[in-house]
């Protein structure tokens, strides 16, 4: 699985963004997949995944309400809705995807197996 994310940018506080994890390879269906970002100086954190079936999603307890996470098994694609962006937002964001069972959604990086390139999010005042 190759894994291709994009829509970042700038954007002001307040603001929203809508970034895209295109994937390309068999099966995508059978990868749950999760975005983390890792801001300057700072380790890689988990934001947002989604079971292989779309169904269930899972989110950094601070990152609720304001994040959401979706599937489209018809484009192969996962999206990350981010809403009332803060300046503490800012960061590289990160797909990755991994073969998982129905349910199972990793939240720690080392559980994924393949990686995006990354697409950086940048927030201003």
């Known amino acids: 699985v190759q894994l291709q994310a994009s829509g970042g940018g700038l954007v002001q506080a307040g603001g929203s963004l809508r970034l895209s994890c295109a994937a390309s390879g068999r099966n995508f269906n059978q990868y749950a997949v999760g975005w983390f970002r890792q801001a300057p100086g700072q380790e890689r954190e988990f934001v947002a995944g989604?079971?292989?079936?779309?169904?269930?999603?899972n989110y950094e307890d601070s990152l609720k309400g304001r994040f959401a996470i979706s599937r489209d098994g018809a484009k192969d694609t996962v999206y990350l809705q981010m809403n009332s962006l803060k300046i503490e937002d800012t960061a590289i964001y990160y797909c990755?995807?991994?073969?998982?069972?129905?349910?199972?959604?990793?939240?720690?990086?080392?559980?994924?197996?393949?990686w995006g390139q990354g697409t950086l999010v940048t927030v201003s005042s």
């Open positions: 990755a995807a991994v073969r998982a069972i129905l349910s199972h959604i990793p939240i720690h990086s080392g559980a994924y197996a393949y």
């Open positions: 989604v079971n292989r079936a779309g169904r269930m999603t």
